[in-house]
């Protein structure tokens, strides 16, 4: 039953991410007020990729890829999706916060190969991006595990569906609304779009990507979406008993971001730092001290 | 448009998939651009067809070429569409490209582009409509449906020939062959040249 649960639970996450990818964009068409493409249409694009091939710029181009998209499976593995847990019994929120920095370290390794000063100026900004969010970030999950006692993420989920959703309790709201502050910024959608800038830099760490590499690159990138949106609901939204109420949640979590991605123009690396060590680092570290005073 | 029988998909997916998931470059070289940007925005969204724009060759298998070609530009055309993964396609748009159009008697564009590149279709018109886009769009799914637009098979058969048209205009080109040239055939089209010059 577990061994089938190792195959179900990252083959759940790839269907999500593609669809959500699908999603974003007839969207995106809808709120332009156009017809928009079909919803398939990122699983085209991949059959399509796959089927072409492109050239590689040396073994760690390949390899730093691999890797990306490695670290984000066994992310997976330690999230519960609705019951569905595999490596439920181990490390936990820690090693979620660990394995958080193996996606961009790969791109950065894949990228750092390819030698293209477009995707030089995409790396940095990706790794700056993710200092700004991981301070943030930090504070939460130690809000949340100071609250709950414990560093399980199932441990956690079950104690929600005793006492209720986590964002709507008086100690865990705040750190619940710092994490939506971030989402955009985890997500890389705008405002934080400043990575994958497609006018300015060319779509920075994609942009040696052809082939094979780009649709291994998009999986990535559905994965790594499904992760932000699915942390969110599991920590703050009580998780789900069922795989379909879960996949509701993070749907309208999602429809939230797109909004956002919609409405808000692209900022700058040091204007979204700016904001990222300003305002939800605040947010969550006063929620800290107010879960710390509750439980006192 | 046969994008959602399941049927076909079943059968060729490759083919079908290589039909609607066109990623464009556009490459701006003259007036021609001004049309695309109302083709790939909200007044006639080509994302409904499955083309979008993309930034860079590598990740594109649709060229688009919007203008005249001058000699410098055509340096960087060849570039980039070597640059591109096969199966690629490209689409003249505008006059200029096909004939020379306007720019007939300038002398430092060129006049058939496809003698440099191979070209799937041409869009004619000067300025052709934003709509002739999405018939040019209709008309290639027709051609890779039935295995006709093989402008990249062409390219890969007759490269000595390609080549050699490019470095008649261009000079030496710095970059290496794409496709391993023959010796006896490389030595042929210097005898060939020299017999022209004389």
Redesign the interface.
Known sequence: MQILEFILSPLMALVIGILFLGLSRKIMARIHWRYGPPLAQPLIDIIRLFSQRSISHGRLFSAGLVFALAGSVVLILFLPIGRIAPLSGSGGLLVILYMMLLSPLGMALSGGQAANPNTSIGISRKLLLTLGYEVPFVLILLAVMTHFETISIVGIVERQQQTGWALFTSSLCIPGIAYLLILPAILGIRPFEMVKAAQEIASGPMVEYGGQFLALATIQHALSEFIGIALFVNLFLGGAGNPLIFFIKMLVVFSLGLFVNAALPRLRIEQAIRYLWRWPTLIAFVGLIVVLIIRR | MD??QLIKWLKA??K???K??L?AVYFCTGCGIIEVPPVI??RW?A??F?V?P??????A?LFLITGYVSVKTLRAIIRTYEQ????NYTVGFGSCPINGGMYWDSYNTIKHLDKYIPIDGWIAGCMPRPEAIFVAVTHLWTLIDKDMADGYKRYRKHYRLYRANQERVLGKLEWPPLYPIEERDERRTQEKAVVDVQ
Not at chain 2, 54 to 59: D, E, G, L, W
Not at chain 2, 84 to 87: A, I, K, Q
């Open positions: 994008r959602n997916p490759v079908m998939s290589h609607y998931s990623h925005t909200a969204d994302e409904r499955g979008l993309v930034a860079t060759p590598r990740q298998n591109m993964p096969v199966p």
